[in-house]
T-cell receptor, first 112, second 116 residues
Framework: DAKTTQPPSMDCAEGRAANLPCNHS???????VYWYRQIHSQGPQYIIH???NNETNEMASLIITEDRKSSTLILPHATLRDTAVYYC?????????????FGSGTRLQVQP | GAGVSQTPSNKVTEKGKYVELRCDPI?????LYWYRQSLGQGPEFLIY????????DSGLPNDRFFAVRPEGSVSTLKIQRTERGDSAVYLC??????????????FGPGTRLTVL
């Protein structure tokens, strides 16, 4: 699975959009981009995933560049409860390998 | 509905002892995963079950670690002769059958293991 690079930390003001970048320049055509987050002392929580089209759900939006080498997770109106570590993960679906490879993630601090 | 549950939530043991950690996946999920998370790091994969069989155990660090899922539901992670370096949060996740489904993994709250 392709390696991902994320900034170690970011701050965001409450109520504003949080834009979390991820670089995955070695991604291949059959690899998906997944985002999980981990709030302190809890297990990771799935947020969203995508292949090449932008995706949106009730939690967030995922914007993937046309060349698929990077993506941005957008939390449209960040709240204090969104303070967490956010992990960008690349996973090849349809194979026997199903393990998620977590990097160091981005620690998002939402400020009041 | 009920999520993934793990018991105990905390386990303190002494070096050299044997421990068992239990995971109850979401009902109907055929895939089950174990991860380990050390302080300040992201979770690391240990083992993946599809049904009753271990489909991928490449993340188990050594032969002191073993996991079972005899009936394709509940799983137990077993650690023999525990060492201080085994101290970590052990996370369990489950997902629906991958065939035609998603790979979304749903995580439990974890078991914090402390080896004194």
């Amino acid at each position: 699975d392709a390696k991902t690079t994320q900034p170690p930390s970011m701050d965001c003001a409450e109520g504003r959009a949080a834009n979390l970048p991820c670089n995955h320049s070695t991604i291949s055509g059959n690899e998906y981009v997944y985002w999980y987050r981990q709030i302190h002392s809890q297990g990771p929580q799935y947020i969203i995933h995508g292949l090449k089209n932008n995706e949106t759900n009730e939690m967030a939006s995922l914007i993937i560049t046309e060349d698929r080498k990077s993506s941005t997770l957008i939390l449209p109106h960040a709240t204090l409860r969104d303070t967490a570590v956010y992990y960008c993960i690349v996973l090849r679906r349809g194979t026997g390998r199903r393990a998620l490879t977590f990097g160091s993630g981005t620690r998002l601090q939402v400020q009041p | 509905g009920a999520g993934v549950s793990q018991t105990p939530s905390n386990k303190v043991t002494e070096k050299g002892k044997y421990v068992e950690l239990r995971c109850d996946p979401i009902s109907g999920h055929t895939a089950l995963y174990w991860y380990r998370q050390s302080l300040g790091q992201g979770p690391e994969f240990l083992i993946y079950f599809q049904g009753t069989g271990a489909a991928d155990d490449s993340g188990l660090p050594n032969d002191r670690f073993f996991a079972v899922r005899p009936e394709g539901s509940v799983s137990t992670l077993k650690i023999q002769r525990t060492e201080r370096g085994d101290s970590a949060v052990y996370l369990c996740a489950s997902s629906p059958t991958p065939r035609g489904g998603t790979d979304t993994q749903y995580f439990g709250p974890g078991t914090r293991l402390t080896v004194l």
